[in-house]
T-cell receptor, first 109, second 115 residues
Framework: LAKTTQPISMDSYEGQEVNITCSHN???????ITWYQQFPSQGPRFIIQ???TKVTNEVASLFIPADRKSSTLSLPRVSLSDTAVYYC??????????FGTGTRLLVSP | KAGVTQTPRYLIKTRGQQVTLSCSPI?????VSWYQQTPGQGLQFLFE???????NKGNFPGRFSGRQFSNSRSEMNVSTLELGDSALYLC??????????????FGPGTRLTVL
């Protein structure tokens, strides 16, 4: 399965925009790029998913360049409650999600 | 609509014992997947059930097994517990098995401690 690489940790302040980039050089044609968020002692929560270009929902945007070898999750105006671990995954449509180490985002006042 | 529920939330067992964890998916969801999360290995896929059949399986020993009932509820069993089985066990459900944009909804997990 294709692997993803993302920063181990990031720091930000309330009200700032946070961009987390994920590398997936060996992405396959059928792979969708999916992001999950996880708070301590809770299960992951789906944030957003896309195949190419830009996807936006009520909580985030996902930017995917034409070559699809990377993607960027953008969180606008983060708050303290956005402190969590963010996982970038490649999803072929099967149920076997392969989680990497994720990015630990810390939002400070 | 109620979310994914898992019981029990916390469990303490000793080495050599066996344990059964339960998961009730979101109403109408037919696919249930199980994951193990540990500090060292992160989140790892165990297996997936759909319509009472195991559809996918991760790289875990045969001590880990599961089943799904006709109402889509699922159980996971671990026999001959080892210290390394201490983990947060997460269950996730989705309406179907596979397909594009197939979001999985995770439960709160069962925290298993093996002494």
């Amino acid at each position: 399965l294709a692997k993803t690489t993302q920063p181990i940790s990031m720091d930000s302040y309330e009200g700032q925009e946070v961009n987390i980039t994920c590398s997936h050089n060996n992405i396959a044609t059928n792979d969708y790029i999916t992001w999950y968020q996880q708070f301590p002692s809770q299960g992951p929560r789906f944030i957003i998913q896309g195949y190419k270009t830009k996807v936006t929902n009520e909580v985030a945007s996902l930017f995917i360049p034409a070559d699809r070898k990377s993607s960027t999750l953008s969180l606008p105006r983060v708050s303290l409650s956005d402190t969590a671990v963010y996982y970038c995954l490649l999803n072929t449509g099967f149920q076997k999600l392969v989680f990497g180490t994720g990015t630990r985002l810390l939002v400070s006042p | 609509k109620a979310g994914v529920t898992q019981t029990p939330r916390y469990l303490i067992k000793t080495r050599g014992q066996q344990v059964t964890l339960s998961c009730s998916p979101i109403s109408g969801h037919r696919s249930v997947s199980w994951y193990q999360q540990t500090p060292g290995q992160g989140l790892q896929f165990l297996f997936e059930y759909f319509s009472e059949t195991q559809r996918n399986k991760g790289n875990f020993p045969g001590r880990f097994s599961g089943r799904q009932f006709s109402n889509s509820r699922s159980e996971m069993n671990v026999s001959t517990l080892e210290l390394g089985d201490s983990a947060l066990y997460l269950c996730a459900s989705s309406p179907t098995s596979g397909g594009m944009y197939n979001e999985q909804f995770f439960g709160p997990g069962t925290r298993l401690t093996v002494l």
